[in-house]
């Protein structure tokens, strides 16, 4: 089956460790994201997100590179039974600095090619960029909590 991809960028005025941490520590995720965080700090770690939005997500961290790179690949029982070839949704969150701002780009990948997805795959992209927005929005508003 073919897949389908995203890509998400957002420029932050703060240093990367900061959004870094942001998007690695369950007390940080739960100030934008989550409203339920658990994860392992380590490859082959588990991730698991109550999203405010009601939504749990949960699966692998395949990549841990301190500072620069966490890839997720998600394991919801939902979700992988509806890939009949087997292919995972997988989140590669990078980070960089420039500009004397951090840049966080998120790829997504894995989403089928298929009409039943359509709906899936537009909900991703809206949901991610309206939670990187609300990254930048409480990670340049120190005193921010979570948003609607």
């Not at 082959?44 to 749990?56: E, F, K, S």
């Not at 997720?72 to 989140?91: C, E, F, Q, S």
């Not at 990948?109 to 990254?135: N, T």
């Amino acid at each position: 089956m073919n897949t389908r991809g995203y890509a998400q960028t957002i420029s932050i005025d703060v240093d990367a460790a900061t959004a870094w941490a942001a998007c690695t520590d369950a007390a940080e995720l739960r100030r934008w994201y989550a409203s339920e965080a658990t994860l392992e700090p380590r490859r082959g770690g588990r991730w698991r997100i109550r999203r405010r939005d009601g939504a749990t997500v949960e699966g692998i961290i395949d990549v841990w590179d301190v500072g620069r790179r966490l890839r997720i690949i998600y394991v919801n029982p939902p979700v992988t039974a509806a890939l009949n070839d087997g292919a995972p949704l997988v989140d590669d969150l990078l980070f960089d600095f420039r500009n004397g701002q951090a840049v966080v780009r998120i790829l997504g990948s894995g989403i089928p090619v298929a009409p039943e997805w359509d709906r899936h795959y537009v909900v991703l992209r809206q949901a991610w960029a309206f939670y990187l927005r609300e990254l930048k929005r409480v990670l340049e508003t120190p005193a921010a909590g979570p948003g609607p």
